[in-house]
């Protein structure tokens, strides 16, 4: 199974930071990876997919990046909706494992 | 509206058994890929299994293998989740997610979960 790794596994932060979360796989996974922010109670949504493509709907201050072993997600200005669980997923082979997610707070 | 609703949870004693269901709602359900996605109280998200469109391929996480099964009735819309010999580390809040595709290379696709239910709650416990 390919391994997801998560970095940090919890971030303070402040509205207006640019933010990075950092996701690396235990083998190369190409472009096969997705982002989902996740806030309590609720059920997670789609952010980015294919490493950098952008769901629609989504705020364009979200983008995604890498390929191969190591991904990133930028919240380019924190607005306060966004204080949440981010998660990447690998969707190269099943099964399709996630991060242990990163906790972005206040 | 894009829906999905999940039912079939409850307690049920360590080796018992449940069914899950998911009724899709607002899309044509027979053209996606479906799958359960499961989170235990205060941890990470953890897929759990897969079914193609047709119900012909069928793809699960190591540690249910062998004891849950997916399935889906085209016709009536619906997923399923069959649970058995639940253990206490099955305890969880059981999503259903659609797998959306976009085409990448050649004939391969980037799957995605686009569209999630709200949850049902499992608890194994004696």
């Known amino acids: 199974d390919i391994q997801m790794t998560q970095s940090p596994s919890s971030l303070s932060a402040s509205v207006g930071d640019r933010v990075t979360i950092t996701c690396r796989a235990s083998?190369?996974?190409?472009?096969?990876l997705n982002w989902y922010q996740q806030k309590p109670g609720k059920a997670p949504k789609v952010l980015i997919y294919?490493?950098?493509s952008l769901q629609s709907g989504v705020p364009s201050r979200f983008s995604g990046s890498g390929s191969g072993t190591d991904f990133t997600l930028t919240i380019s200005s924190l607005q306060p909706e966004d204080f949440a669980t981010y998660y990447c997923?690998?969707?190269?082979?099943?099964?399709?494992?996630f991060g242990q997610g990163t906790k972005l707070e206040i | 509206e894009v829906q999905l609703v999940e039912s079939g949870g409850g307690l049920v004693q360590p080796g018992g058994s449940l069914r899950l269901s998911c009724a899709a709602s607002?899309?044509?359900?027979?053209?996606?890929?479906m799958s359960w996605v499961r989170q235990a109280p205060g941890k990470g998200l953890e897929w759990v299994a897969n079914?193609?469109?047709?119900?012909?391929?069928?793809y699960y996480v190591d540690s249910v293998k062998g004891r849950f099964t997916i399935s889906r009735d085209n016709a009536k819309n619906s997923l399923y989740l069959q649970m058995n010999s639940l253990r206490a580390e099955d305890t969880a809040v059981y999503y259903c997610?659609?797998?959306?595709?976009?085409?990448?290379?050649?004939?391969?696709?980037?799957?995605?979960?686009?569209?999630w239910g709200k949850g049902t709650t499992v608890t194994v416990s004696s």
């Open positions: 607002g899309f044509t359900f027979s053209s996606y890929w």
């Open positions: 997923q690998q969707t190269y082979s099943t099964p399709y494992t």
């Open positions: 079914i193609k469109q047709d119900g012909s391929e069928k």
């Open positions: 997610a659609r797998d959306r595709s976009e085409p990448a290379a050649l004939s391969y696709f980037y799957y995605y979960m686009d569209v």
């Open positions: 294919a490493a950098s």
């Open positions: 083998q190369s996974i190409s472009s096969y």
